[in-house]
């Protein structure tokens, strides 16, 4: 047990109650915000555990997670735009909280592999995962294209 | 101590399985699904099953809820054709 899996699991203990009790109450605004917000906090604890079991192949697993959580997430905005519509989800507080935990721990991550092709893959995981939240969280605050209005 | 991540995760899954389950709207129950499916995947990395978590995450986050939704949509669809 070391300093990044004493983090990874402080982040989850912490972190995860917040987004079981957002996703599981609430209305549906704030249930689509704490779907978004899981694919960060998770990913930075996969990045974390990663780092803290002293397996580089496991940021494999935090890869795939920053390419299908925000995927998921605009899967939600887009079919339920209709119900999101007259009340669009808003945390923009908490998204740059939760971008800046994840740019934390790629950068600690980063500075402790050091240079090369580890670190290459740390930083396109990190800015999958710091741009598909923020893409995710855009789609959910200022609606998609509806099906209707293509289909006609 | 060593321990303290599987339990964290352990708690995680079984609080996350069992919010699926009370939830009774099926929207609310994708996105329940959804983190059910990240945080089955994290069960898996702390208990060094690597592959496993990697096939469960494709599945979890991104496929169970889209066939959810599809299906939810398409019932509405049809339920709002009859009344009409």
């Known amino acids: 047990m070391n300093g990044w899996t004493v983090t990874a699991t402080a982040a989850l203990a912490g972190g995860g109650a917040a987004v079981v009790w957002g996703v599981a109450t609430g209305p549906l605004r704030r249930r689509v915000i704490a779907q978004n917000l899981s694919t960060t906090l998770f990913c930075s604890a996969l990045l974390l555990l990663a780092q803290g079991y002293g397996r580089p192949s496991y940021v494999d697993i935090a890869l795939v997670l920053a390419l299908l959580g925000p995927v998921g997430t ?48 740390l930083l396109v995981t990190g800015a999958l995962l710091i741009g598909g939240t923020l893409v995710a969280s855009r789609a959910l605050a200022h609606g998609m294209p509806k099906g209707e209005d293509r289909h006609g | 101590m060593a321990d303290a991540v599987i339990v964290v995760a352990l708690l995680l899954v079984a609080a996350t399985a069992t919010a699926a389950v009370a939830v009774r709207d099926p929207v609310s129950q994708a996105l329940v699904l959804a983190v059910l499916g990240v945080a089955l995947a994290l069960l898996f990395t702390v208990l060094q099953a690597p592959d496993v978590a990697l096939s469960q995450l494709a599945v979890g986050s991104a496929l169970t809820p889209l066939l959810l939704l599809l299906s939810v949509r398409k019932v509405r669809r049809q339920r709002k054709g009859r009344t009409e």
């Open chain 1, 74 to 121: 605009l899967v939600f905005a887009r079919l339920l735009a209709e119900d999101l519509d007259e009340d669009p989800p808003r945390a923009r507080a908490l998204t740059w909280r939760a971008v800046g935990f994840g740019a934390a721990v790629v950068l600690a991550a980063c500075v402790a592999t050091g240079p090369g092709r580890a670190m290459a893959k």
